[in-house]
Each structure stands twice: as C-alpha cells, then as structure tokens.
C-alpha cells in the first residue's frame, strides 16, 4: 500500500503572504482563528497539486489583495511541498509570475497575462512532465480527494457515491441472491432473459389490465343476464310449424298474383310487346352500325390526310434547310470562280524578264553569243512551259468550278419546283380535309338521330298502343289484384311475428352462452391475478434478500458508518438510494458537526484500504469533533482558535 506524507509546505505571496508549514510527515494540528489562512494551506496543497483551490475551483484568487481588495503586482506566487513516498521524500514547486510587456512605441509596460513553472526536486521542467509526476504519484485528482478530505465523499451524487461503494465492497450476483434462499428457486424460469426491474413493470401493468378487466366482467354479465328475451308460455314447437305454414301460404298468394297481373290476354300483349320492342332495337342497331362503319372510314380518311400533310410540311422545311446551305455554296463557288478567271488573267499577260547576263561574272569578259543565246532559249522555254501548266491548271480549276455551280443552279432549281407543288399540294389536300373532317362531326351528330330511319315511326307507334292495351287489361283487374296484396300484407305480419318467436329462443341461448364465456374469462383472470402475485412476491422477496446481503456486506466495510441503499414506497416496492448514517441519523439531515467528520474520516479509512493509498488527509473545522477515528495516514487537523490570532502549529509522532 503506498504511503503518501507532507513533510513540508512552503507559500511564498500566496493568498495574502507567506508560510511554512513544516508536518514532517506527523499528524499534524493548525489552530487559528477565523480567516487566519487555515483553509488557505488546504487550497496551496490542492492547487500544487490539481491547479484547484479547496472547493475545486480553478478560476480562484491566488494573488495578494490590497486594503482596496485589488491584486498586488510583480509578485513571484508559488507553493512548494516536500512529499514522502514511501519514506522517499521528493520535492514539487509550482510558480505563478506576471508578465509585463512593452507595446511598440510605448515606454511603459503593461500587463498581458501570467505564467506558470514547474519543479520537480529543484529542477524546472515541463508542465506536461509535472502532471505525470502527480499523476504517479497521487492517482487520480477524484481519487485523491476521497482519500484527502472527509467531505468529497459524502458530498458525491449518490448515483456516483453507490457506484463507488459497490466497487469498493463488491455487487451481489442475481444468482447468488437466488441461491440464499430456496423460496427464490422458481424466479430463474420466471424471468427468462428478464431482468427484475422488467419483470415488475410487466407485472405492475398486467395486474392493472386484469383489475380493470375483472371489474367489467360482472357488469357485462348483468347486461347478458338483462337481456335474455322472456319465453314464457311459448312453444317453440308450434311457432316453427306457424313459419312453414304461413311461408307455404305466402309464396301461393304470390304466385297468384303473378298470374292476375301478367296471365291471360296480358301475356299475349307482353309477349307481343316485348318482340316490337325488339324490331325497334334491331332497327337502331342497324342504323348505329352503318353510320359508325362511315365514321370509321371518315376518321382513317382524316388520320392518313393529316399524316400526309405533316409529312410534307416535314419536307418543305428541310427543302428550305437544304436551300439555305446550296445558295450559300453557290455564291461561294461563284466568288472563287471570279478568283480563277481573274488569277488566269493575271498568268496569260505574264512576260519573261530577261536574266541572262552576257560577260563572265568572274573576269568581267564577254561571253560568246552562241552562249548566251541558248541560255536565253532555255530560259524563254523554261517560262513557258510554266506558264502553260499554271493556265491549264487554273482553267481545269475553273471548269471544275463552272460544272460545280452549274450542278449547285440545277439542284436549286430542282427544290424550288419541289417545294412549290408540295405547298400547291398542301394547300389543296387541306382545303379538301376540312371538308372531310366537317362531314364527320355532321355525321357523329346525326347518328343517334332515328328520325329518318325506315319503318321506326311504325314500330313506336304499335309499341305505343300495345302499351295501351297492357293497360286497360291491367285496370280491369285492379281489384283481384288489391285483394291478393291485402292477404300478402297479413301473412307478412304474422309470418314475421312467427319468427320472431323462434328467435327470442336463440337469442336467449346465445346469451346465455356469452354469460358461460365471461364466467370462464373471470376465473382464468382470477388465476393468472393470482400468478402475478405470486411471482410478484417473489421479486420481493429477491430484493429484500439482495438488499440484506448488499448492506451486509457493504456495512461490515465500515466501523462507524451504515449505509442505506434503498428505499420502501408507498406502494411497498424498493427504490435504490444512498445514505451515509451514523447511529442511524442520515449524514445530511440531522447528524452534528462531530458526526459527520467521524463519518467521513471512516469512509476515507475504508477508501484508502481499497485503493490502496495512505494520502495525508486534511480535516478542517476539527474543533467541532472531540475525537476521529484511529487513522493508517497522516492526518492533518484545523482548528478555529479565537485566541491564535496568527495560525499556531503542532506535531505529534505516530507509529
């Protein structure tokens, strides 16, 4: 286990001036009275350390203040320990110094801000370096301050506090809980992959369900009951054989009264009736299809028309394209073709220059005229043998040319006269597919336009009185016919009054039935209830059981301190907490000065035995606890005494 001691504590300027503490490693006792610079030691250790102040600010004044409460400046702050680990002793400084500098074109030097150095056995080194020497040295910055001060710990979120005790003392498996007790042996299988806290929320709304359903089933079954139609006095018996009787009876008056009313002369009439109505359907049938035989040619005539003209109109506009581009290559051939004439022109007058000299160019003496002659002759052939080929060769070019823009003027010619009965054509093509395209629209109108179709103004007028036949027929017979309905009307009304006899028997059994169902629902309701309790009590019983074995386990850690991990609600289930109590009062709701700093340095004993650390411990406000606990570290012990006006100092040995 490391040994971690103060030996010495040295502040220079710091937090209103200087001191040395010198511990020597020994429990040491700082008595003061208030504001005499006792927490400030607490601080100048942490902020050597941590860059923090006692409460864990880094933002704290470390400079000397002034009657006006500002800064003092030029001041070198610094703190420096002399530390034993593990009987080594190794020496840690920290400095904070202004800095001062001088802007260009100013003569004065203004403040810009502060440094830090850093010193490691009296040798300055890097901050970087500094802090893996703390961090080797102390742990952790959370981790020293457990071990450090009695109030870290109780003054953690109890979320963070249980965490940490339960690494420190160890969790309980769900098996081992399990394993404690043979009551628990059936939860395994009750929770499958399951944890408890699920397996209650399940429960918990499952219950509720069949609460609410338990509750409904008498109502509904009182419903049921309330509605069972009363068969008192009816034969069921008799009232099927009333149904047979007066459906045979019904079907027969219905069956007369199709007689009366479509029987005898007025079937013949219908007969008659129904064979005009199909020579006057026949008759427009035909004439439909012809004049749709005529539209349909009409609609190809118009289609293949129009596709002619889009055709042509297609063609005119590439004519027009195809116009464009020769015209533009005949006016070019003809522009090059006045290049030729005039190029050849200019080679048909060419003359040869004469460049034959007569004397020799070295010695200046004529030369013979022989000579000179047939240099001359060579010379007047050479030229004109050129000049014959140039002239062939741009009269071949122009006749090129000529036979190019006479093609070109034929093309053009030809697309023009092309071009001309296309729009001569077009023009006469839909002038006549107006007229077609008129026709048509006449013809789709007139088509259901029976008005001059042969024989129909004969058949309508047959069908017209065959109608009035059908009818003075019926009119003669309207009293047969009301006396028939009469009777259907009653054996309606006593058929139906049957029936709805047999039917208050099915009724009623289908009510009774749904009575039989919800009594069946509520007792397998009532068991599975009964289910859940049962394997609701066993969830508590689980949680009581861990709890116990938890705060044993935990509490056997601790001497003075007892720990509070749960809490019972109202509705009797366990919500997780942690309390610190001592004597059974809660560390922050009643528990005096004393307590609370015994409580505190109990935990630091337990929580340096775990992480194996004995650190030098400061406990401030010692005068309001008479006695601490036996402690394995140095513990360093403030005071507030009225009567040391400047902070007073003493050691004593420990073993």
């Not at 741009?394 to 697309?415: F, V, Y």
């Not at 116990?548 to 720990?563: A, D, G, H, P, Q």
């Amino acid at each position: 286990m490391r040994q971690v001691k103060l030996s010495k504590l040295v502040l220079n300027e710091f937090q209103g001036g200087n001191f040395t503490l010198s511990a020597n490693g020994e429990d040491t006792f700082i008595f003061g009275e208030n504001a005499s610079g006792k927490t400030r030691l607490v601080s100048a250790f942490t902020w050597l350390l941590f860059g923090k102040d006692a409460l864990g600010r880094s933002d704290f004044q470390i400079k000397n203040l002034d009657a006006q409460g500002e800064p003092e400046h030029n001041l070198q702050h610094s703190v420096e320990a002399v530390l034993q680990i593990d009987g080594e002793a190794i020496t840690l400084k920290k400095t904070l110094s202004e800095v001062w500098q001088k802007k260009r074109g100013s003569t004065k030097a203004t403040f810009t801000g502060h440094t830090n150095e850093f010193y490691i056995d009296g040798v300055p080194t890097q901050k970087k370096l500094f802090d893996e020497k703390v961090a080797e040295i102390a742990g952790s910055e959370e981790t020293f301050k457990l071990l450090t001060s009695p109030t870290v710990f109780p003054n953690l979120p109890w979320q963070k506090a249980r965490t940490i005790l339960l690494e420190v003392c160890g969790d309980i498996s769900d098996a081992d809980v399990i394993a404690s007790d043979e009551k628990l042996a059936p939860l395994p299988n009750i929770l499958g992959k399951k944890t408890i806290d699920d397996l209650r929320k399940i429960i918990t709304v499952r219950r509720t369900e069949i609460n609410k359903e338990l509750s409904m089933i008498p109502v509904r079954i009182d419903e049921n009951r309330l509605s069972l139609p009363d068969v008192t006095g009816i034969d069921r018996g008799e009232a099927e054989k009333e149904i047979q009787h007066f459906e045979t009876s019904l079907n027969d008056a219905k069956l007369r009264l199709q007689g009366v009313d479509s029987g005898g002369a007025i079937a013949d009439l219908s007969k008659k009736l129904q064979g005009l109505n199909a020579d006057l359907r026949k008759t427009e049938d035909a004439h439909r299809s012809e004049s749709l035989s005529i539209l349909n040619r009409l609609n190809q005539q118009i289609s293949e028309t129009e596709t002619w003209v889009n055709v042509s109109r297609r063609r005119t506009n590439a004519i027009e394209g195809e116009l464009k581009g020769k015209n533009g290559s005949l006016e070019s051939t003809e522009a090059t073709l006045v290049r030729a004439r005039e190029k050849w022109i200019s080679i048909d007058e060419e003359t040869l220059r004469d460049t034959v000299v007569d004397t020799c160019p070295a010695c200046g003496q004529s030369l013979p005229t022989e000579r000179v002659q047939d240099a001359r002759e060579k010379a007047l052939a050479s030229f004109n043998s050129s000049k014959a080929e140039r002239l062939k060769e741009t009269n071949d070019k122009g006749m090129s040319l000529k036979e190019q823009k006479e093609r070109l003027t034929g093309e053009i010619d030809a697309l023009k006269m092309e071009k001309k009965i296309l729009d001569e054509n077009i023009t006469v093509t839909e002038s006549e597919l107006k007229r077609v395209i008129e026709d048509r629209n006449t013809l789709k109108h007139s088509s259901e336009d029976f008005s001059g179709v042969q024989n129909r103004t004969e058949l309508l007028d047959e069908i017209e009185d065959m109608e009035s036949q059908i009818k003075t027929e019926r009119e003669g017979k309207t009293q047969d016919i009301e006396k028939i309905k009469g009777e259907i009307s009653t054996l309606q009304t006593v058929l139906f009054a049957a029936k709805d006899k047999v039917d208050m028997f099915t009724r009623r059994e289908q009510g009774e039935r749904r009575i039989e169902e919800l009594k069946i629902i509520e007792k397998q309701l009532s068991a599975e209830f009964e289910k859940l309790e049962q394997e609701l009590f066993l969830t508590e019983l689980f949680i009581r059981t861990k709890v116990s074995m938890l705060s044993e386990r935990i509490n056997s850690k601790f001497e003075i301190v007892k720990w509070k991990l749960y809490d019972v609600q109202v509705n009797g289930a366990l919500s997780e907490c942690c309390v610190a109590t001592v004597n059974g009062i809660p560390f922050d709701a009643g528990l005096n000065s004393g307590g609370r700093t015994q409580a505190g340095m109990d935990i630091i004993r337990t929580l340096q035995r775990h992480f194996q650390m004995k650190a030098v411990t400061w406990v401030d406000n010692r005068e309001g606890c008479t006695e601490i606990p036996s402690m394995e570290c140095q513990v360093i012990s403030l005071y507030v005494s009225p009567d040391d006006k400047k902070l007073r100092v003493e050691t004593v040995g420990k073993g």
